[in-house]
Every structure is written in C-alpha cells, then in structure tokens.
C-alpha cells in the first residue's frame, strides 16, 4: 500500500531564525544590567565582556575546573555552561560582590589567613564554590568538603590550604 500524504507545515521543512540579539536584566552584585546579547553568549563572557567584571575566571570553558563558579540566588554554578538569557532576572554574585569593598567576605580573608592560594587563577572562583556550599548546609565533615569542592580544580595543588581555610569559617559558623 502506497502512502501519498504530504506532510504541510512540518516543523522540519520551516527553518526558524534565531533572534539576533536579546535583552537581558541581570543583577550582579547588587547592580543593574540590561545587556543587548546575541543569544548563544555565555553567563561568563556576560559578566566579564559586557559588565566588565573580570575578577570571575574563563578556565577551560567546558564547566571542568570550576574557574568561572558564581552565585546564582545563593547557589554555584558554572557561568561557562550557562547562557545568559537562561539567567534573565537573577540576582548573580561573583567574587567581587562577596565583599561590601571594604569588608571581605569571611572567607576572603579565611583564604588569605591559610595561604590557600599559590597563582590565584582558580581563587575566585574555588571561594564562591566554597560560600554556595556553605550555603548548601550539606557539608559535616573535611571528607565532605573534599568531595563537595571536587568540581574545582586548583592547578598549583593549594588543596591542603583551601581545605582549612573552609575548615576554619565553617567552625565559626556553627
């Protein structure tokens, strides 16, 4: 038997155009963005190329180092894999927002108290990890920090370091 139906607008045969640019409201610590982005740009090149802020990391751009690690309503995510339009209206902290400028955040100065850091690329963004994780409530012992901070990778080996230093604000949390 002979099929002769033809399939009339199938979504195969349209070709959809994708928006050339998109606005997007972001709130990055605590400031107002409205960005005109071409829809495919990263949350990371967001932040860094369009509201200047560059203290956030590109690392490998593939979310395996976690360099690029923000706080996206408290919670860390990897601005590399996240595509700014899917982040319209947040509210966004990176790790210039964790200090009021005059202030460090506790574990700013937990990291600077334990030398937990050698080069600093990965600083940045292993502290916002650090704060989303605090945030989290679910780490209860150093073997759950180890595990709950693996997603971010320190090239020069400062783990012994940033273990303490998350140690050490995590005790004075409790």
Not at 17 to 42: A, D, R
Not at 130 to 151: F, H, K, P, T
Request: negative net charge; contains cysteine.
């Amino acid at each position: 038997m002979k099929n002769d139906a033809t399939v009339l607008d199938s979504p195969i045969q349209k070709k959809q155009e994708l928006p050339e640019y998109e606005l997007v409201n972001l709130t990055i610590n605590g400031q107002f963005f409205k960005l005109k982005l071409q829809p495919w740009v990263s949350l990371l090149d967001a932040i860094r190329e369009y509201a200047g802020l560059t203290g956030t990391k590109k690392g490998c751009d593939h979310g395996q180092c976690g360099a690029c690690t923000v706080l996206i309503n408290g919670k860390r995510i990897n601005s590399c894999l996240t595509l700014a339009v899917m982040k319209d209206g947040e509210a966004i902290t990176t790790i210039e927002g964790l200090s009021d400028g005059t202030v460090n955040h506790p574990l700013q100065d937990a990291f600077i108290e334990h030398d937990a850091f050698q080069c600093g690329y990965c600083t940045p963004g292993q502290i916002c990890s650090a704060v989303g994780m605090l945030n989290e409530g679910r780490a209860d012992s150093l073997e759950d920090v180890q595990e709950l901070m693996s997603g971010n990778i320190c090239r020069c080996g400062a783990y012994n370091n940033i273990n303490a230093a998350i140690m050490d604000v995590k005790s004075k949390m409790a």
